[in-house]
Every structure is written in C-alpha cells, then in structure tokens.
C-alpha cells in the first residue's frame, strides 16, 4: 500500500478557510467511505477530527468539516484559529482489514 | 475517561528484538480491534498491524511482516508487539490506536519511542 498524498503545507490566516487534499485510490479513498482526518500537534498523540468522510466526533466543532470526490478526499477547516496550527493526516480504510495514511499537511496560522 | 498508554520503547541495534505493551480503560477493551500504528521522526503516520477482540483475526503491513508479533491479553486489558530483526528504518514512536468496530481509529496513547542505531 502506498501513502495517501496530501500537500506538504498549508497555510491562511485567522478567520480564512483552508482545505486539505488527501489523494488516493480506487482501491482505498475511492473504494470506501471511511476515511478519517486527524490533528497533531507537536509532541502529542493524533486527535480524530472526521470520520466516514463526514462525520464529526463530539467536541470537534463544526468549523471541520470532509468531503470526498472519487479518490480524493478534502478537510476544510473555517474560521481559522490560531489553535489549528497543527498537522492533519488522511487516513483510508484500504480493505483486508489494512490501513493507509497520508504523509501529512502542516497548517500553519498567519 | 478514556486511559491508553504504551510502554517498552528504547533503544536497540540493528537486529535486536524489543516488546512493546500497551494497557488502556475506560473503554470496551475486550470488545475492541485494536491497532498499532508508527510515525518515523518528522514522517506520516504507517499502519502497522490490528489484532481483532478475541485475537483470532491479526493483520500486518509487508513492512513488519514475517518480524513483528501482535498479541493481546484481554484478562490485562493489555496489548503487545514483539518486534525481532529490527532494522533501522523501525525507529519510530509507536502508537496503541483504538479501531473497536468502526473504521476510524478514535483512542490512541501517547505513543512509545524505538530507536533503532548501531
């Protein structure tokens, strides 16, 4: 399984929206509808964000939101804080009960 | 709350062997798929091997297949890896990743740290 493809960085200002690209293929991003989006930031654990391409968890706010167009998935996140200067990494469901990350996008807040 | 915390990186030479544990509460763990999954220094995150709840279902990726060994003791709330042949390119922070009966990996621990160097 290769990696996911995701844009080495990112960047926008407080207030703007950004979105991520997290490519694939037929066999994982466009193949599935589970795919998930995590925070990181330095030093600490990833955090999910999305899942099942939509779905947010309890406690994320709704400025994340994902969408999927055949194999490309996207995290678009509104009204930038300065909080969500992190890394976000995809991640697919790749069948056979295997999994696939993106290599990462670093956001940086202006 | 939600409790998951690895254990037994450190360092180790090209070849060794190292076992990782991970112990977790507050959360279904008997019931749950749970996961490995690495991050290189400064790299994406890899998945490296599930073991299902009753551990009669165990995948791994190419990469650690054949050397690495999941295994988990629902008594103990606990999961392990056995890593042996390790090889540079494991050097890693491992993560104990929560995948229950979803598709998305919702709890994880802080992770444990593998260096592999001669």
């Known amino acids: 399984q290769s990696a996911l493809t995701q844009p080495r960085s990112v960047s926008g200002s407080p207030g703007q929206s950004v979105t991520i690209s997290c490519t694939g293929t037929s066999s994982d991003v466009g193949g599935y509808n589970y795919v998930s989006w995590y925070q990181q930031h330095p030093g600490k654990a990833p955090k999910l964000m999305i899942f099942?391409?939509?779905e947010r968890p309890s406690g994320v706010p709704d400025r994340f939101s994902g969408s999927k167009s055949r194999n490309t998935a996207s995290l678009t996140i509104s009204g930038l804080q300065v909080d969500d200067e992190a890394d976000y990494f995809c991640c697919s469901y790749a069948g056979s009960s295997a999994w696939v990350f993106g290599g990462g996008t670093r956001l940086t807040v202006l | 709350e939600v409790q998951v915390q690895e254990s037994g990186g450190g360092p180790v030479k090209p070849g060794g062997s190292l076992r990782l544990s991970c112990t977790a509460s507050?959360?279904?763990?008997?019931?749950?798929?749970i996961n490995w999954v690495r991050q290189a220094p400064g790299k994406g995150l890899e998945w490296v091997s599930s073991?299902?709840?009753?551990?009669?279902?165990?995948y791994y990726a190419d990469s650690v297949k054949g050397r690495f060994t999941i295994s988990r003791d629902n008594a103990k709330n606990s999961l392990y890896l056995q890593m042996n042949s390790l090889r540079d390119e494991d050097t890693a922070i491992y993560y104990c990743?929560?995948?229950?009966?979803?598709?998305?990996?919702?709890?994880w621990g802080q992770g444990t740290l593998v260096t592999v160097s001669s």
């Open positions: 990743a929560n995948t229950g009966v979803v598709y998305y990996f919702d709890y």
């Open positions: 073991i299902s709840s009753d551990g009669s279902y165990i």
């Open positions: 507050g959360f279904s763990f008997s019931s749950s798929t």
């Open positions: 099942d391409v939509i």
